[in-house]
């Protein structure tokens, strides 16, 4: 029996105007509890992105990898224009999925 799994792409801010974070996982509730309870070095930490803001599913790990880097490329104004399309009230979605 093969297991399917998902994958998600993922969008962390530490204000409506403040810094993004892109990145992907495959246990969304277990990524963004580490980033909101400080667990992991570098980025996030550094600057407090931990409000979850945007997420969406992939089937696989390489499409994921490939939305990842197509939306770390975007302009700013494309991120927030996909955030504010899905959560216009930039609502921490973390409390929805938990």
């Given at each position: 029996?093969?297991?399917?799994?998902?994958?998600?792409?993922?969008?962390?801010?530490?204000a409506?105007?403040?810094?993004?974070?892109?990145?992907?996982?495959?246990?969304?509730?277990?990524?963004?509890?580490?980033?909101?309870?400080?667990?992991?070095?570098?980025?996030?930490?550094?600057?407090?992105?931990?409000?979850?803001?945007?997420?969406?599913?992939?089937?696989?790990?390489?499409?994921?990898?490939?939305?990842?880097?197509?939306?770390?490329?975007?302009?700013?104004?494309w991120?927030?224009?996909?955030i504010?399309?899905?959560?216009?009230?930039?609502?921490?979605?973390?409390?929805?999925?938990?």
């Amino acid at each position: 029996m093969v297991k399917m799994s998902s994958f998600y792409v993922y969008i962390l801010t530490n204000a409506r105007d403040g810094t993004l974070y892109t990145g992907i996982t495959n246990n969304l509730i277990r990524r963004v509890y580490e980033h909101k309870s400080g667990e992991i070095e570098g980025f996030t930490k550094k600057y407090k992105t931990n409000k979850l803001v945007y997420f969406e599913e992939t089937p696989d790990v390489e499409s994921a990898i490939i939305r990842e880097k197509r939306i770390k490329k975007w302009r700013r104004s494309w991120k927030i224009e996909l955030i504010e399309k899905n959560n216009p009230q930039w609502r921490d979605l973390y409390y929805d999925i938990i």
